[in-house]
């Protein structure tokens, strides 16, 4: 009886109906959830789950851009990727903050991160091996995140909806200095364009998969979406991303690595090859080639910048015992 509410709770909660109700009649007239509003358990802990996932594919993703600021191959290249990834900082500080109001502490969130409990995006576990990726993770990677965050501007639970207007307007900037990366190396020499090409090979299919499952899969798209927290399903997105990417590759001159692609006029859309799931679950589950470097990366940038975070304390104290004393 209490299914809704239960869905990604303990078990332990007794959510009456009449309040399920409520909730969702809230909802479902798109009325913004504030932290300190009564939420349904399964509600609260989806949340949590999902935006500290979120938070933490900012963070990782940090690492493998971060890889290549000491190698870009001019000063512009540099500051670009240089301030890309101090976005992506940003990003995950304000995820964090939207998990914080939800009654997890930030500590709690990076702790699972770093014991291997908690998910990262899947594509973070793929090495850059050229300059060329640098601009495919531009377009590719963060095309596929501002389709999949556009609708989570419009998410039932407002620190999260207000974060993402944020970010969306930062990862619109990421994509089009990306695409602009790649643009040059097609426009290029034959070594250049074959690097642009080699890169969409590697990244094309990964890119595909940060939608999530398909559909049938997906464990918890039905109930999010009735929640507005997702407000379209991982195979909806994906084909949105699908469509929209296949023509910028065309007017590059680049090909997209799948050769059942077809343009299908009746659904106004590109049909595309399977996906190979199995690569996908082995990625997300710790088996993909950087999965093992990136917790590992991760782990020794948090406890070497332990003495930071005690120093950034120590002061704020020390500010306001001194306010108090002025008081
Ligand atoms: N990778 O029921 P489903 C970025 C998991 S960062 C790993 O469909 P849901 C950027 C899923 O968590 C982009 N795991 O789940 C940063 C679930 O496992 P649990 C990050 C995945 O939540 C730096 C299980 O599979 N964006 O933009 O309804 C540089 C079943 O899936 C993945 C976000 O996080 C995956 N790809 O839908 C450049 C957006 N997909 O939790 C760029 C916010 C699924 O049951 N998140 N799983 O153990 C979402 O929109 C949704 O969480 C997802 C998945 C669409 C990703």
Request: net charge negative; aromatic share 10%.
């Amino acid at each position: 009886m209490y299914s809704q509410g239960l869905i990604g709770a303990d078990g332990k909660t007794s959510e009456t109906e009449e309040f399920l109700a409520a909730f969702q009649k809230r909802i479902d007239a798109e009325e913004k959830i504030e932290p300190n509003d009564a939420m349904p358990e399964g509600y609260r802990k989806t949340l949590v789950r999902q935006i500290a996932q979120h938070a933490h594919s900012e963070i990782v993703g940090m690492l493998p851009e971060g890889n290549w600021i000491n190698r870009a191959p001019s000063l512009r290249r540099k500051a670009a990727l240089l301030a890309k990834v101090q976005d992506e900082g940003g990003h995950g500080l304000y995820l964090y903050s939207a998990v914080e109001t939800l009654g997890v502490s930030r500590e709690e969130v990076t702790e699972e991160l770093h014991s291997g409990k908690a998910k990262y995006s899947s594509i973070f576990n793929y090495p850059t091996l050229s300059w060329a990726d640098i601009g495919t993770i531009g377009w590719l990677v963060d095309g596929a995140a501002i389709m999949n965050q556009i609708p989570l501007c419009r998410c039932s639970f407002g620190p999260y909806s207000r974060a993402m207007i944020r970010v969306c307007k930062e990862e619109s900037f990421h994509q089009r200095q990306g695409y602009e990366i790649v643009m040059k190396l097609a426009q290029g020499t034959q070594a250049q364009k074959d690097m642009a090409q080699d890169s969409i090979n590697r990244w094309w299919w990964p890119a595909l998969m940060m939608f999530g499952p398909s559909d049938k899969d997906s464990a918890h798209s039905e109930q999010s979406m009735k929640w507005k927290i997702k407000r379209f399903s991982n195979d909806e997105l994906r084909q949105r991303f699908i469509d929209a990417t296949v023509p910028q590759a065309h007017y590059l001159g680049l090909e997209i690595p799948d050769p059942d692609l077809t343009w299908n006029e009746e659904k106004g859309g590109y049909d595309h090859g399977e996906i190979d799931w199995d690569e996908f679950w082995r990625v997300v589950g710790g088996g993909g080639v950087m999965n093992r470097d990136r917790v590992r990366d991760r782990k020794a940038a948090w406890d070497e910048g332990a003495w930071v975070r005690e120093a950034a304390l120590a002061h704020a104290e020390k500010r306001r015992a001194r306010q108090m004393a002025a008081e």
